[in-house]
């Protein structure tokens, strides 16, 4: 991988930012017919898995990353969240942490996080892990080039509040046309279940191309063109395990009812030669109301 791209996060300081909240999703909008295959390993990927990826727009791999390297990324994200780097601004609140964040303690603050942005370039741990070279190696197998890390975040499912990501196309969020192979790595720091919000995906719905989002609960595809479709794989996955995904997959997480965290890394790489779009081209696509929307 040649290059990091200059990303600015665009969120305000540390204090101040919260998610808008949205009521609950419908009970079964995330339920699922299969379970996915995992492979063991970045060193287990084949030719064949990746003709596998082309057709159904993802694949799961365990043990992608050791525990001790888990550990060092979780260890950057909470020091960012504790304030361990003043420079760090990219750091979102639940909707329902508001009115108590200034009473919390380090270990509650931390379960008040929804999410933190582009922070790889304040953390030398996480950093690393956008930058692993077996990870790297595969997203260039798949894009048939050499790839730019574009985007980096974390959504953290905090115990019983952590609110659902609703259906959509990581695609939709980006300035690149679609002829772009974008390719989004979910990577699990914690357990990730069925009950605590595992990845949801559309297994093949990607190769039918872009989906128009609304804003409704979110930035996102509508529950009623996801309701009764066949083919939504569920991707639990141990600490260390990782999903590789097409940006056209339409893919959601549902609310985390559990009392267990679910915290997870999330980078997108883009081939090396891909041109950029206007915003305006975007919302040609995938919807007018998409304007400045982030994943
Ligand atoms: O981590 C999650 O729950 C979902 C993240 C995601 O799909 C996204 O932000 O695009």
Not at 55 to 62: I, K, N
Not at 103 to 119: I, N, S, W
Not at 134 to 161: H, T, W
Not at 203 to 223: E, L, M, T, Y
Request: with cysteine; hydrophobic share 35%.
């Amino acid at each position: 991988m040649a290059t990091t791209e200059k990303r600015t996060s665009g969120l305000p300081g540390n204090e101040g930012r919260f998610d808008s909240g949205a009521e609950m999703h419908a009970p079964d909008l995330y339920d699922h017919d299969a379970i996915a295959d995992k492979i063991d390993g970045l060193d287990g990927i084949t030719d064949e898995h990746l003709a596998l990826y082309k057709e159904q727009g993802y694949l799961a791999v365990e043990n992608a990353f050791t525990p001790e390297e888990i550990e060092a990324g979780l260890a950057g994200l909470i020091h960012l969240i504790m304030g361990g780097n003043p420079d760090f601004e990219g750091i979102m609140f639940e909707a329902r942490a508001q009115k108590i964040l200034s009473t919390l303690g380090p270990e509650a603050r931390q379960d008040a996080v929804r999410k933190l942005m582009y922070f790889v370039d304040y953390d030398a741990r996480l950093k690393e892990l956008s930058h692993h070279r077996k990870l790297i190696d595969v997203v260039e197998r798949i894009a048939g080039e050499r790839v730019g890390l574009f985007q980096d975040m974390a959504l953290l499912k905090p115990p019983r509040m952590g609110r659902e990501k609703p259906w959509h196309q990581d695609h939709a969020y980006f300035d690149f046309p679609l002829d772009t192979t974008v390719v989004g790595v979910w990577i699990a720091l914690d357990e990730a279940t069925l009950d605590n919000g595992c990845m949801r995906v559309l297994a093949g719905r990607h190769r039918a191309g872009p989906v128009v989002h609304f804003k409704r609960r979110d930035w996102q595809i509508c529950d009623t063109d996801i309701k009764g479709k066949d083919g939504v794989v569920a991707v639990p996955l141990k600490p260390g395990g990782l999903l590789l995904f097409d940006g056209l997959l339409p893919h959601g997480t549902p609310h985390n009812n559990s009392p267990a965290r679910r915290r997870a890394l999330q980078f997108h790489y883009r081939n090396e030669s891909s041109r950029k779009w206007s915003q305006e081209e975007r919302l040609a696509i995938f919807g007018s109301e998409g304007k400045d929307v982030e994943c």
